[in-house]
């Protein structure tokens, strides 16, 4: 998995989660941890020799509302990975509220938004249009959609797509804390981007402007120092 070999080579200090589940992607952070998922499913030990692990069962804006994650940790996220609600909203929220809480030099990671089939990005898992998907089992909603959104409004985000099967892993870095941009154009976004109706033609298009990266190409701490900064 290229999020353990993140966690080994770039040893960050603190880890932040959103949508935990089981906890197998917390399973493999040794850092400091916070966790956000509405309804846990832990199976096992995922603290393991992690100095501290704190779990918080509410939504993420709930915990973004309530919770300072700076002060949590007592200093900023180094590595972050969003894995939340599959709605493209929502992604883009966590997005902009784990932010004001990193180093330019942290690393988010973004989940699900390089999906390898048009029906699995329906934006309900009830939508009879998910059994045409050839991956009938996944189900990524329209998250993707944060890539170009990011790309229009954040051209200096330094932004990495892994083809980590089954639906690709995102990097983004040379972050700004103090940006308000996302903050002032949320509205105008919203109205941009979301559609009751999936779009093949602009799902499509997406894919034409992406240069995806093997993750097997940055197997050592060596090469991971290339590209990231932590």
């Given at each position: 998995m290229f999020i353990n070999t993140l966690h080994l080579s770039l040893k960050p200090k603190t880890y932040f989660e959103i949508g935990t589940l089981n906890g197998?992607?917390?399973?493999?952070?040794?850092?400091?941890?916070?966790?956000?998922?509405?309804?846990?499913?832990?199976?096992?030990?995922?603290?393991?020799?992690?100095p501290s692990c704190m779990l918080f069962q509410q939504s993420s804006d709930d915990f973004f509302a309530s919770h300072n994650t700076s002060q949590l940790f007592g200093a900023p996220i180094d590595?972050?990975?969003?894995?939340?609600?599959?709605?493209?909203?929502?992604?883009?929220?966590?997005?902009?509220?784990?932010?004001?809480?990193?180093?330019?030099?942290?690393?988010?990671?973004?989940?699900?938004?390089?999906?390898?089939?048009?029906?699995?990005?329906?934006?309900?898992?009830?939508d009879p249009l998910l059994a045409k998907s050839r991956f009938a089992q996944w189900w990524t909603g329209d998250v993707w959609k944060v890539i170009p959104v990011l790309r229009s409004y954040r051209p200096a985000l330094s932004i990495t797509m892994f083809g980590c099967p089954p639906t690709g892993l995102v990097s983004i870095t040379n972050l700004d804390p103090a940006s308000q941009t996302l903050d002032r154009a949320y509205a105008e976004i919203l109205d941009r981007f979301s559609s009751k109706d999936i779009d093949r033609e602009a799902y499509d298009n997406y894919w034409t402007t992406l240069s995806i990266e093997k993750s097997s190409e940055y197997s050592t701490a060596h090469h991971l120092a290339t590209k990231f900064w932590l």
């Open positions: 197998d992607t917390l399973r493999l952070a040794n850092a400091a941890s916070v966790a956000v998922d509405p309804y846990f499913r832990i199976d096992g030990d995922v603290v393991g020799r992690k590595l972050a990975f969003l894995d939340g609600m599959h709605l493209f909203e929502f992604l883009l929220r966590d997005f902009m509220n784990t932010e004001k809480h990193c180093r330019k030099n942290s690393i988010i990671l973004l989940h699900d938004c390089l999906p390898p089939g048009f029906f699995m990005t329906v934006r309900d898992p009830s």
